[in-house]
């Protein structure tokens, strides 16, 4: 599979398109196997455009810049990547290891700070991750989570483990607060929330936590599936639940 990127005007018209080629080395990965993977997008007030996902290719090229696997082929990198308005790059990022290193959500806040999640898996023995000058370690065969902060051009200003073993969505408000959601397992930060429960965090644009709420059910089969946070700073979420009952807060569901 490869990446591609588009802009449409108002009217519906294709203003300009554009794709990520990925390379593969060895012949035993065949193509349209997943190895380009968007995960997502968002766009600021001056209409630039960010972008984020991973690659498990020995390549993944956007216009003249090439980025190369940091692991094996077929180990996942993620990347990162700015466009203008009119879809000239302005700069792209891979961060990765030797194991596999996902990006699952991406959002940019109103004073131009890009906010990413993911996970990362240690496949190895001797395991190295780094994002920034950060490095990030995990048992093998462990899937760990992670949030990062970059600026506007690309620098990573900082990076810290995530506080449930999947991390979902991501989303910031007008004054840079993030918000991410989660599901609780091993390893967790919280070593005393069960592994069913969901959980939803608030962090400052620091990434110190300001506080924690938690989605108790007795099913891994419930989920957030969405959630918007208004202009006023409220959250409204969407989810599904398995469990015959769930609570959320002082409120339960059935």
């Avoid at 990162?80 to 990765?96: P, S, T, Y």
């Avoid at 596999?100 to 991750?129: C, H, K, M, P, W």
């Avoid at 899937?143 to 810290?160: D, I, K, R």
Wanted: proline share 1%; aromatic share 10%.
């Amino acid at each position: 599979d490869e990446l591609f990127l588009a802009k449409y005007d108002t009217n519906g018209g294709t203003v300009w398109a554009l794709s990520g080629t990925g390379t593969n080395i060895s012949t035993a990965i065949a193509a349209g196997s997943g190895l380009e993977v968007p995960r997502s997008m968002d766009i600021d007030a001056q209409n630039n455009i960010y972008i984020g996902g991973h690659f498990a290719t020995a390549k993944l090229g956007f216009q003249s810049t090439v980025l190369n696997n940091a692991g094996a082929e077929g180990t996942y990198d993620l990347f990162m990547a700015k466009f203008n308005d009119a879809g000239a790059l302005q700069w792209i990022k891979r961060e990765g290891g030797n194991g596999n290193e996902y990006l699952t959500d991406l959002a940019q806040d109103n004073q131009g700070r890009i906010d990413i999640n993911g996970s990362y898996i240690n496949v190895y023995n001797a395991y190295s991750f780094t994002i920034g000058t950060t490095l990030l370690s995990a048992p093998q065969s462990v899937t760990n989570t992670f949030l990062a902060q970059y600026s506007n051009t690309g620098t990573n200003s900082w990076v810290m483990t995530g506080r449930t073993q999947s991390e979902t969505l991501l989303r910031t408000d007008s004054i840079g607060n993030i918000y991410v959601t989660g599901r609780y397992g091993t390893p967790c930060n919280d070593a005393t929330i069960a592994t069913t429960d969901l959980a939803i965090y608030q962090y400052n644009s620091s990434g110190a936590v300001k506080w924690i709420k938690k989605f108790s059910g007795s099913s891994t089969g419930n989920n957030i599936k969405n959630f918007v946070v208004s202009k006023y700073g409220n959250l409204v979420i969407i989810g599904d639940m398995l469990s015959n009952t769930m609570t959320l807060g002082s409120v339960s569901i059935t």
